[in-house]
């Protein structure tokens, strides 16, 4: 059975930086779309950043310049390294895996950036 596995979520202060991490399982990983989304209490799930098999990387704005999305394909794993963490970035973050035939969704991973 494929999976998602989420790791690298916690606690953080304001300013601090978390890098999440995101191994698949299977064969999807190499033809696949690999995203990060976040979900907060009372709003909908969000699309944070995705990066194609192509090379071709984008991201919303509110993370522009302080998260990066990465893949190491060998490993099968798609990163995001978050820096300058906001109280607002606190959400669950699920992974996701895109290609024709399917799609996947990680169980999802709590970022709190508090004080």
């Known amino acids: 059975q494929v999976q998602l596995v989420e790791s690298g979520g916690g606690l953080v202060q304001p300013g601090g930086s978390l890098r999440l991490s995101c191994a698949a399982s299977?064969?999807?990983?190499?033809?696949?779309?690999m995203s990060w989304y976040r979900q907060s209490p009372g709003k909908e799930r969000e699309l944070v950043a995705y990066?194609?098999?192509?090379?071709?990387?984008e991201y919303k704005t509110a993370v522009r310049g302080r998260f990066t999305i990465s893949r190491d394909n060998a490993m099968k794993t798609v990163y995001l390294q978050m820096n300058e963490l906001k109280p607002e970035d606190t959400a669950v973050y699920y992974c996701n895996a895109r290609s024709a035939f399917e799609t996947l969704w990680g169980q999802g991973i709590q970022v709190t950036v508090s004080s």
């Open positions: 990066a194609t098999t192509g090379g071709t990387i």
């Open positions: 299977g064969s999807i990983f190499e033809v696949a779309t």
